[in-house]
């Protein structure tokens, strides 16, 4: 109970103070440390290469968003990625008709809705990719993505988009992973689900599950190999600003510490320096960058990103996706004004750490960091 209201904001702070918080916190381990996690085999790396072959030419990709509340990188982050490779076919979906409220932060228009997907493609996507959503049991998302399954689609969970797998009946039996703070909960709920630790990717029998948030840079990669081949997914990846990725990981660095939760605390009490930090919303802006950045910002319990333009009228990112400004105004206060979105993904995500780690302390970049499972002392 403690650990859930630490992360549900400054309510929560109190009343984990009412429930006797400081010995919980005292509990926790000080720290983590990030060791070099030990090459993935081969024959595996093949063997999560090979389900994801796919069975035409060029694939079909849906990813799919509740209207209501979906992970802002899980399900920009693919889009962006496997559109700028040009290797498939890539459709942002919703629930239903209407505006995607992305968090930590955005809002976005989906390209079809699932009714409208279904009917442009009644024998439905070779993959479907499932973001973490603000709630694991929407119906109509549960009854597409069992459907897509249905159909012979590969399914695959980025970050807590694993527990809407789960939820989906996807997962009962096999091996899998998620995002490490919601990993208890999943098991408990899911009790014959496998979990593999040090791993950024697993594959089982059709489904794909991946760890924390930023995951899905690797993933994306690790499918457009698979489509695509090697050399192109490097293409793709030396344009995000990578110099190699894979599917390792050192699962022991992800926890819940005592320093993090003292560190939410004190930022989330000091209510009095809390900021709405700018961003200028530009038609062409590289979606993979944006969501990186303003979801950074966002975690820092000190600070809410917003993109701001002149009118309200969406502005249409690099590969197709169409933004909505959460502020209409011609200008941010210069304090308040994050630079403009220009870095490669990969070198975005690491200046804006430093940046926070300037504009706060380096334990608030260290608990961005955590919660977006960023192995910062190597690569994505």
């Known amino acids: 109970m403690n650990r859930r209201l630490l992360l549900r904001g400054g ?18 381990p000080a720290a983590t440390r990030q060791d070099a996690a030990p090459p993935v085999p081969r024959q595996e790396v093949d063997a999560i290469l090979a389900m994801l072959k796919p069975k035409r030419p060029r694939p079909l990709i849906a990813i799919i968003g509740v209207n209501e509340g979906t992970e802002i990188t899980d399900y920009m982050m693919p889009f962006g ?23 930590q932060a955005l809002k976005v228009e989906a390209q079809a809705s699932v009714a409208a997907f279904d009917a442009a493609h009644p024998e439905g996507a070779d993959y479907v990719i499932v973001p973490a959503m603000h709630r694991d049991d929407v119906p109509a998302a549960l009854a597409w993505i ?17 527990k809407v797998v789960a939820a989906a ?17 999943m098991r408990g709920k899911h009790p014959t689900i496998q979990y593999v630790p040090d791993r950024r990717i697993v594959a089982d029998r059709g489904v794909v599950t991946t760890t924390g948030i930023t995951a899905s840079m690797p993933m994306a990669l690790t499918l457009i190999e698979a489509i695509a081949g090697r050399s192109r997914a490097e293409a793709v990846a030396q344009d995000l600003g990578l110099l190699q990725w894979d599917t390792r990981h050192d699962s022991s660095a992800f926890r819940l510490t005592r320093s993090f939760a ?19 919303l ?7 960058s944006l969501a990186l950045v303003a979801d950074a910002w966002s975690r820092t319990y000190r600070s809410q990103a917003l993109t701001f333009a002149p009118t309200g009228e969406a502005r249409e990112s690099r590969n197709g996706l169409r933004i909505l400004p959460d502020r209409v105004a011609p200008a941010w206060p210069a304090a308040r004004l994050l630079p403009p979105i220009g870095d490669a993904p990969a070198e975005a995500l690491d200046k804006t750490l430093e940046a926070i780690a300037s504009r ?21």
């Open 169 to 185: 009946g996807l997962l009962d039996g096999k091996r899998a992973t998620t995002h490490w703070y919601y990993l208890k909960g």
């Open 11 to 28: 309510a929560g702070v109190a009343a984990l103070a009412a429930l006797g918080g400081a010995g919980w916190i005292v509990s926790l």
């Open 146 to 162: 069992k459907a897509q399954a249905g159909k012979g689609a590969t399914i695959i969970g980025v970050c807590a988009g694993a």
């Open 282 to 288: 530009e038609s062409g802006v590289d979606e993979v």
């Open 360 to 380: 706060y302390d380096a334990s608030t970049a260290n608990i961005v960091a955590m919660q977006l499972e960023y192995p910062r002392t190597t690569s994505a």
């Open 81 to 103: 990625i496997l559109r700028r490779a040009d290797v498939a076919d890539v459709v942002a979906v919703a629930t239903k008709e209407g505006p995607v409220t992305l968090f």
């Open 262 to 280: 003292l560190t939410v605390m004190r930022n989330r009490l000091a209510f009095w320096n809390h900021e709405d930090l700018g961003i200028a």
